[in-house]
Structures are given as C-alpha cells and as structure tokens.
C-alpha cells in the first residue's frame, strides 16, 4: 500500500478552497491509501511565532474541521511539533539547501510579497525559520516515506524543493529516502471571494467551513463580478464573476442556466447570489452538524490526535536510525 503524507497549517479553520483544492481528495484517498495528516504547527509557527494562542487553539479546531468533512477517526492525523525527529532531519537537510535557492523558490516569493503588501515591510523581517520552512517541509515528506503528496497547486515549488534535497541525499549518502510526487486535484487552486488567484486564509478572501449563514450571505453578496454589469438586465461575463465560479465548484446542476442567463442578461446578480447562499447552505449544514458534535465530545478528538502521533512517532523512528546510519552518526552501535 503507497503512503500519502499531507498537511495543514493550524493558522485559522478550513475553507472551501482547502476542501475543493485538497481535503476533500483526502477523504477519498484514506481509504486506499497508508495516509499521515500533519497538523504543521511548527511551521505555522515560523510566520506566526508571536501568536503562539492562535497556532495552539487551531490545532484542535482544524483536527475538528476535518474530522467534520469526513477524514475517519482512525485515519493517522499527527501534531508535528510533538515528533522531534522532524527537527532533526531539518538540520541535516538544511547543509544541502543554498540560501539563494530558497529565495529563489516561488512559493516563498510569493509569500513574502503577500506579507509586505498585507503589513507594508521591506522584506527585511524575513526570518531563517520563515526562509527554510521548505528545508523543513522535505523534513516532514521524507520522515514518513511519503510517496504521493495530495496538495493544492500553490505547493509545486515546495514539493520540487523536496525532491532536490531527496535526490542530493541519496547521491552523496547512499538511497535512504523516498522520492515523493505530487498529486494534483482537478481543482488545484481555487480563487477568493476576491477575485485572488488563491483562496487564503492570510489573504481575508475566503468562505469557512465555520461560517455562519449571516457570515455566508454577506460574503456572497459582495462578492467579485463582472464588474462592466452595471444594471440588473445588462448581458455579462460568467467567465470574470466569482458567484458563477463558485456555482461551478458546487456543482449546481443549473449551470447552464446560470451561465446562459449571465450571458443574455435575463440574470440579475442578487438573485444568482442568493442562489448560490442556498447551495452553500446545503454544502455547509452537514459538516456544521458533525462540527457541533465534535465540539461536544472533545475526548474523542484529543484521542484522534494522540493515536496519530503515537503511530507517527514510531515510523519517525524507524526513518531517523536509517538516516543516522546513512550519514554515519551512529556512533555506537
Ligand atoms: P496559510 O495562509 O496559513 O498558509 P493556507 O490557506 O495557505 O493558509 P495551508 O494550511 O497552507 O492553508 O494549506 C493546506 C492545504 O490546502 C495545502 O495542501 C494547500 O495546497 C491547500 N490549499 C490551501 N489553499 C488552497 C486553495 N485556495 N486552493 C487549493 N488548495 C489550497
Ligand atoms: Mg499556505
């Protein structure tokens, strides 16, 4: 049976575009797959570090949200900072890493830009921790032998990261480590309320699983269309309007409809979009529903999270003896 190692950063509940864009294939996936889901607290950490409140309460919350859109209680969901041979793995693989590759790396490119246009800093608050989370990313593939990676589009340059430092391991110390492959929804990446290219949870541009039915039809109402619609009856573009999107990821049956009414103008955008709050709604009513029965019974979901880190534990072991054995550090057996 293949392992699939993947991840979440415990920064804030999950969203739709998580579920479309990876959870969502992970709930398939568990049932034919060996499959480890790490709860990335210490990367959360790495932009998060003064807010060590938000990262620990988001650990419980996301294993809830989870656990709500249908991963199984005995699927293994891990705490990362809890496995320690994650951290020294880092510290290995960061010799075979340069600073200039790292800054070179898009999705850190990315990031940094959002950070400086989010809080307006020159990019000179970027940290170590912050600049090698790839290094430490390949450390939480490669612990647990991953070989399919289930994640959303926006981690390609990280899982590529990955492979070079996998494929300079095996080349200097002898094949040790597995090679992980991404593995790509149809759905790769879907956009904000905003129009944004990603729906974030840093980037205050997306629909929550937690959301209320207020928070729902706020959101909806204002959220990006053709902007060259002025009036209710002029003709428009489905292709630039978020609200049809987000009717196509729901999989509204009526979308030749909303679409050909967009296009002739026979469709006003409030009523689209209360036709896309009712589809949400139905979306969200039973995870809220298994959310609220998660709320409730705490121990269950604490028990989640200890039987996955203890299985976790035991294959991060196995990795780190095979990894001080190939880097020669075993000294004394
Ligand atoms: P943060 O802003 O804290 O980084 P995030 O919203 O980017 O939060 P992560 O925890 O980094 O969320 O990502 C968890 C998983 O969800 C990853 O596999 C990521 O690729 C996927 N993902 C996140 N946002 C999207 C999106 N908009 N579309 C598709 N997949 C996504
Ligand atoms: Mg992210």
Redesign the pocket.
């Known amino acids: 049976m293949k392992t699939i190692l993947?991840?979440?950063?415990p920064?804030?509940n999950l969203?739709i575009?998580?579920y479309?864009?990876?959870?969502k294939n992970w709930c398939k996936l568990q049932n034919d797959y060996n499959t480890f889901i790490e709860i990335?607290d210490v990367q959360?950490l790495t932009d998060n570090f003064n807010d060590p409140d938000k990262v620990r309460k988001n650990v419980r919350e996301i294993t809830i949200d989870l656990l709500s859109c249908g991963i199984k209680e005995d699927t293994t969901i891990f705490i990362q900072s809890m496995i320690h041979e994650i951290a020294e793995l880092t510290v290995f693989y960061s010799n075979l890493v340069t600073i200039s590759r790292l800054y070179r790396n898009p999705t850190i490119k990315t990031e940094i830009r959002q950070k400086q246009e989010l809080f307006g800093n020159n990019g000179e608050s970027v940290t170590y921790g912050f600049l090698g989370y790839p290094v430490s990313q390949a450390a939480d593939i490669t612990c647990f032998n991953g070989e399919l990676i289930?994640?959303?589009?926006?981690?390609t340059p990280l899982i590529e990261q990955c492979r070079e430092i996998v494929k300079k391991f095996n080349s200097i110390y002898g094949e040790t480590l597995t090679m992980p492959e991404q593995l790509l929804t149809k759905?790769?990446?879907?956009?904000?309320l905003d129009g944004n290219e990603?729906?974030?949870?840093?980037?205050g541009n997306?629909i929550y699983l937690t959301d209320t039915t207020e928070d729902v039809t706020k959101k909806i109402m204002s959220a990006k269309t053709d902007t060259n619609k002025i009036k209710k009856d002029d003709p428009a573009n489905p292709e630039v309007c978020m609200v049809y999107y987000y009717h196509k990821l729901l999989e509204n049956k009526n979308i030749e409809t909303v679409c050909n009414e967009c296009k002739n103008g026979t469709r006003g955008c409030v009523a689209c979009k209360k036709e896309l709050i009712e589809k949400m709604e139905e979306f969200l009513t039973p995870i809220r529903e298994k959310r609220k029965y998660y709320k409730e019974n705490p121990e269950i979901v604490d028990n989640v999270l200890k039987e996955g880190t203890n299985k976790a534990k035991k294959q991060a072991e196995e990795t780190m003896n095979k990894v001080k054995n190939s880097i020669k550090i075993n000294y004394f057996e």
Do not use: N, W, Y
């Open positions: 993947t991840g979440i950063r920064t804030g969203h575009g998580h479309f864009g990876a959870v990335a959360a289930p994640v959303g589009e926006d981690q759905t790769p990446r879907i956009k904000g990603k729906m974030g949870k840093s980037l997306a």
